[in-house]
């Protein structure tokens, strides 16, 4: 794993208290591509930080097997999610039994794989008939104040970059997009975007300045401190059990 996908683990408090959650239309759109309910499934959560998709998909009735790579993430899932059991490891080399799972799922986890590896350990994983069930959530460009942030925030995080997704070649994948928004307080939605990795990377001065200076140009767009985030999530599913 990289040092970027590593720099999760010293702020996993800062992750699991403000990063969104996910909404149940995502899960049923997840359903419906796979062509089975989660209920009843056996499902491996691979890069699954504190835990947030984890949770979620045990509410859905299925059998959640968490992997996770970093000390500190796993600490966390640990702590939120006691009875979800928690293996170390990553979607290169995935500590698990073949032919031995309905889904995988990736919640912002893919692109910190190499797919060439992950794909194949997906296959060896997935039950006959399984699926591998990628999704990002990602604020919505098409509302202009956070159109605008992103602008600065790619000017601020120039010299690290914002990490890419990697190549989905290996799989034929299905895609759909699930809309969804959230309110939350100001605070709130600063913290959610220092806990990214190209902020942890660029260190704690340096987000203080940029947070410092969000405050003041959102507060006059949300006066009473209350900002709704608009997000679109994108879902790719893969029906590649062997």
Known sequence: MTKRARSFDAAAALYAANRPGYPPALFDAVEELAGRPLAGARVADVGAGTGIATGLLRARGAEV???EPGDG????????HPGIPVVRGDGDRLPLASAAFDFLTYAQAWHWTD???SVPEAR???????AL?????DLDLSVPWIAAQDARIREAVKEIGLPSRESLEGAEFTTREVRWSRRIPLDAHL???ASHSAFLLLGEAGTREFTAAERERL??????GTIEESYVVTLRVARIGA
Not at 219 to 224: A, G, K, T, Y
Request: net charge positive; charged share 20%.
């Open 191 to 193: 913290a959610n975007q």
């Open 115 to 117: 797919p060439a590896r």
């Open 65 to 67: 097997l968490a992997v």
């Open 219 to 224: 507060l006059p767009l949300f006066p009473d």
């Open 124 to 130: 060896r994983v997935l039950r006959p008939g399984g």
């Open 73 to 80: 993430m796993a600490a966390e899932l640990r702590r939120a």
């Open 133 to 137: 069930a990628l999704w990002w959530n």
